[in-house]
């Protein structure tokens, strides 16, 4: 069973070993804060684990991906957009649902197991250095070189929202980092507030949107249309992506770089873009030896991934 906890929805499935998934499902957390989201994930994983019954699958194992941290060995997680879940302990939540407490529970960060994913069964198959620079809610990045993950001492490595891009230093950045306050799904929704809140007499399409309910996707949808704001906006984010391909490319010397999360998607025509940007900016023979491309299983590269580690039944090193 691979599970795929994000901001906002939880996202699960069956895997069988060659990668095939089955009995897919998902739901929104619906505003759910603490102990409230782990019943949810309880529930959840029952119902899953009554699918394969019906199937007649024997599950073995489970793996979960979260947006955040992960204390491999006290089986807790920190994971910021999710009030209440400082220091949540969500494996024993998950095994307590199982009626077999001999089931494997693996947790993993989003961006490891993003980038496990696209190794196992996406864009990244046959790699052993690449990235995948994931571009939602949030930004992060899960890395992998010479085929092992890169974690740091605390499992904090590819946490590349903090990416310092834009001095001087702003306390607005303090929450989220200068990168993802600019350039994430909803950094987008910021910047674009911030515009229309400097520019009065700005009149365009977004000018008739309340700012509580302007998103990345309506910014894009803008962009199409050609309304100046928006490009302002999306033409800034173009720039830090750039830089962060840039930056990225100059430390790791990957094969490839793999755009995805839900913004990539809309923004994925910009890819030439990005490239153009980060030429600019790498060490030149390496940037030349890394190639964008989109993810191959969109948003379900973390549930692919979480499912290989549970198959795996090792998430310290791959």
Request: aromatic content about 8%; proline content about 4%.
């Amino acid at each position: 069973m691979g599970l795929d906890l994000g901001a906002t929805k939880l996202s699960g499935a069956l895997f069988r070993p060659d990668g095939r998934m089955c009995g897919y499902s998902s739901v929104s957390l619906e505003k759910r804060t603490g102990n409230d989201v782990g019943l949810m994930i309880g529930n959840f994983v029952k119902e899953l684990a009554g699918k394969a019954f019906i199937e007649k699958l024997e599950l073995e194992a489970i793996g979960c991906c979260v947006p955040g941290i992960v204390y491999h060995d006290a089986g807790k997680v920190w994971a910021p957009n999710i009030p209440g879940w400082e220091n949540f302990p969500l494996k024993e939540t998950i095994r307590n649902a199982m009626e077999n407490k001999e089931v494997i529970v693996i947790l993993d960060n989003d961006r490891a197991c993003s980038i496990m994913g696209e190794v196992w069964q996406g864009s990244a198959k046959g790699c052993r250095n690449a990235i995948f620079l994931a571009v939602g809610t949030g930004i992060g990045a899960g890395i992998i070189s010479n085929g092992q993950i890169i974690r740091g001492q605390s499992d904090i490595a590819g946490a590349i929202g903090w990416l310092a891009l834009n001095p001087p230093f702003k306390d607005k950045y303090i929450p989220v980092g200068c990168f993802e306050y600019h350039a994430s799904g909803d950094g987008l929704a910021k910047v674009a507030i911030e515009y229309l809140n400097d520019n009065p007499a700005y009149s365009g399409i977004l000018s008739n949107t309340k700012t509580e309910l302007l998103t990345a996707r309506l910014v894009f949808d803008a962009f199409d249309q050609g309304d100046l704001l928006a490009e302002k906006v999306i033409r800034q984010a173009v720039t830090y992506w750039g830089m962060a391909v840039a930056n990225l490319a100059s430390l790791f010397n990957p094969e490839m770089i793999i755009f995805g999360g839900g913004v990539f998607g809309p923004a994925l025509v910009l890819l030439g873009d990005i490239m153009e940007e980060a030429r600019k900016w790498a060490q030149p023979i390496s940037i030349n030896q890394v190639s964008l491309v989109s993810s191959a299983l969109g948003t379900n590269a973390g549930l692919y991934g979480s499912a290989f580690m549970a198959l795996t039944g090792d998430n310290k090193t791959h």
